[in-house]
């Protein structure tokens, strides 16, 4: 019942900004949390960033700590990632993901992903 739709992907030149937005409808009961994942060409999906559904905690892969930053707002449920200083070993299908606590079982969404292409 919860979807995730990604935007603010697309082609940029090493050192350039995009703006990740992620908008979550479908009225999820409790937001445990919400991230961001990507996967490159030929690699697993990993964890790019986190933030709790308080909005009070975030964490960062290491490999995008200083350059990237979370956020969220709380009233429309939608997710962002700020990401600054791109390297072309940014480039990744980036997720969405919505941790919903319902009837005291967790349960994972997933958006379709949006596609961030880092020339040099």
């Known amino acids: 019942q919860v979807h995730l739709v990604e935007s603010g992907g697309g082609l940029v030149q090493a050192g350039g900004s995009l703006r990740l937005a992620c908008v979550a409808s479908?009225?999820?009961?409790?937001?445990?949390?919400m991230a961001w994942y990507r996967q490159g060409p030929g690699k697993e999906r990993e964890l790019v960033a986190t933030?709790?559904?308080?909005?009070?905690?975030?964490s960062y892969n290491d490999s995008v700590k200083g350059r990237f930053t979370i956020s969220r707002d709380y009233d429309d449920n939608t997710l962002f990632l700020q990401m600054n200083n791109l390297k072309p070993e940014d480039t990744a299908v980036y997720f969405c993901?919505?941790?919903?606590?319902?009837?005291?079982?967790?349960?994972?969404?997933w958006g379709q992903g949006t596609q961030v292409t880092v020339s040099s």
């Open positions: 479908g009225r999820p009961h409790m937001v445990k949390a």
């Open positions: 993901n919505l941790k919903e606590a319902m009837w005291g079982d967790v349960y994972d969404y």
């Open positions: 933030i709790t559904g308080d909005n009070r905690s975030t």
